[in-house]
């Protein structure tokens, strides 16, 4: 299970295009309703992990805090995102 959140995050960042290790990525929610926190998918199935993943931007933690620092701003709506 841990492999295969590690291969889900082996994408460039959705916002700076840089390619970092796995351990770097986060995957920050912008779609739908979260059900649970991907950090946290190995009490869950491969598929239902798949299909959060779908939900999230994968993003490099140094963009992930720049969005968070935004949304804090702006208070925007996680779904502001576009
Ligand atoms: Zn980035």
């Known amino acids: 299970m841990q492999a295969e959140i590690r291969k889900l ?4 960042c959705f916002d700076c295009k840089e390619t ?4 770097v990525m986060d995957f920050d929610h912008v779609r739908g309703k979260k059900l649970f926190n991907l950090s946290k ?3 869950s199935g491969r598929v239902k ?3 959060e993943a779908q939900k999230c931007d994968v993003v490099c933690a140094n963009c992930h805090r720049i969005r968070t620092h935004k949304r804090k701003n702006k208070k925007m709506p996680l779904s502001a995102n576009g």
Do not use: G, R, S, T
Request: net charge neutral; no cysteine.
């Open 41 to 43: 998918a190995k009490l």
């Open 49 to 51: 992990a798949h299909e």
């Open 9 to 12: 995050k082996e994408i460039p």
């Open 20 to 23: 970092y290790p796995y351990y």
